[in-house]
């Protein structure tokens, strides 16, 4: 089943691009929200357990290629997507 974005909610991704690290400004995450980065060809990259009721997480990027990524926040309510350039 396809998630859909919840109403009225964002997904902020900061510094854009990055270097080492990128911050998320999300929704509050419900018991077993996750963060997925797929590469620009649609390929997962990695998948991160976000802590229950976190407002923010902090994802490393130092050790990925240069290049564009799509990044997912999914939560119960459903998905935002956003999309980042690792320099």
């Known amino acids: 089943k396809e998630l859909a974005a919840p109403k009225g909610e964002s997904l902020l ?10 911050n998320l400004a ?3 995450a419900r018991q077993g929200a996750a963060v997925v980065i797929y590469n620009a060809d649609g390929r997962k990259w990695s998948h991160t357990q976000v802590r229950k009721d976190a407002l923010q997480s902090t994802i490393t990027i130092a050790d ?8 997912e926040f ?4 459903g998905k935002l997507t956003s999309r980042f350039i690792k320099q």
């Open 26 to 28: 999300h929704p509050k």
């Open 13 to 22: 991704v900061y510094p854009n691009p990055a270097a080492q690290q990128i």
């Open 74 to 77: 999914r939560n119960l309510s």
């Open 64 to 71: 990925y290629p240069a290049g564009m990524y799509i990044i």
